[in-house]
Antibody, heavy 122, light 110 residues
C-alpha cells in the first residue's frame, strides 16, 4: 500500500524557520516527482512546490519562491520542505503528494498524505 | 497567476446529476489537457478523481466524469449519493513550471 506521512509541523514565530518531512512507503520513491500542497484554515488548496525524481528539477509557487526549499533523500524515501522567513499567511496544513505517474508530474497527484499543520504566530 | 474559478457551492438531490465548472484562461485550462479534479471530505486529505480532463483513476466510480470546452473544464457527478457530499477542487498546469488550483466547490446533497 502506498503511504505518505508528513511530520515536522508546529507553532513558529513570524520570521522563523521550520522543516517538514514526508516519509514514503509502498512504492519506488526514487522514480516519482513529489509535491507539497498547502491549505490555509477554511480555505482552498494551493500548490507550493514540486521536485523531480532526479532532484535536479524544482519549481515553486511565486508566494514561496526564495523562502522555501524542496529536497528529497531517495536513500531514505523522504521528501522535505525547508521553510524560512515564515509569515502569518503561511499558516496552513501542508500535504505531500505523489505524482500519479513516474514520467511526469502533470497528470494528477495520488495519493496525498494526511497533512501536518504549520501555525505562524507570535 | 490567479486561481481557477469555481462556483462556491452547488447542491442536488440523491439520484440527480450535478456539474461543477472550472474556468481559467488559454494559458492554463485552455492550453493544456492536464486538468485534474480532487474530492475532499471534511478533515481528510484530497483524493484524485479525474486526471487528464476526463480520465478516472482505478477504483473511482464511473458516476464521476470530466470534460473541457475552451477555457472551462467541468466535473459531472451522476446519480448523486449522500457520500458525494464534499469539497471539490480542479487543478490545471499553467506552463511547465506552475500548477493552479480552483477555489473549491462545496457540494451539498439535499
Amino acid at each position: 500500500e502506498v503511504q505518505l506521512e508528513e511530520s515536522g509541523g508546529g507553532l513558529v514565530q513570524p520570521g522563523g524557520s521550520l522543516r517538514l518531512s514526508c516519509a514514503a512507503s509502498g512504492f519506488t520513491f526514487s522514480i516519482y516527482a513529489m509535491n507539497w500542497v498547502r491549505q490555509a484554515p477554511g480555505k482552498g488548496l494551493e500548490w507550493v512546490s514540486v521536485i523531480g525524481a532526479s532532484v535536479s528539477v524544482t519549481y515553486y509557487a511565486d508566494s514561496v519562491k526564495g523562502r522555501f526549499t524542496i529536497s528529497r533523500d531517495n536513500s531514505k524515501n523522504t521528501l522535505y520542505l525547508q521553510m524560512q522567513s515564515l509569515r502569518a499567511e503561511d499558516t496552513a496544513v501542508y500535504y505531500c503528494a505523489k505524482a500519479q505517474y513516474s514520467a511526469t508530474w502533470k497528470r494528477g497527484f495520488d495519493p496525498w498524505g494526511q497533512g501536518t499543520l504549520v501555525t505562524v504566530s507570535s | 497567476q490567479s486561481a481557477l474559478t469555481q462556483p462556491a457551492s452547488v447542491s442536488g438531490s440523491p439520484g440527480q446529476s450535478i456539474t461543477i465548472s472550472c474556468t481559467g484562461t488559454s494559458s492554463d485550462v485552455g492550453g493544456y489537457d492536464y486538468v485534474s479534479w480532487y474530492q475532499q471530505h471534511p478533515g481528510k486529505a484530497p483524493k484524485l478523481i479525474i486526471y487528464d480532463v476526463s480520465n478516472r483513476p482505478s477504483g473511482v466510480s464511473n458516476r464521476f466524469s470530466g470534460s473541457k470546452s475552451g477555457n472551462t473544464a467541468s466535473l459531472t457527478i451522476s446519480g448523486l449519493q449522500a457520500e458525494d457530499e464534499a469539497d471539490y477542487y480542479c487543478s490545471s498546469h499553467a506552463g511547465s513550471t506552475t500548477l493552479l488550483f480552483g477555489g473549491g466547490t462545496k457540494l451539498t446533497v439535499l
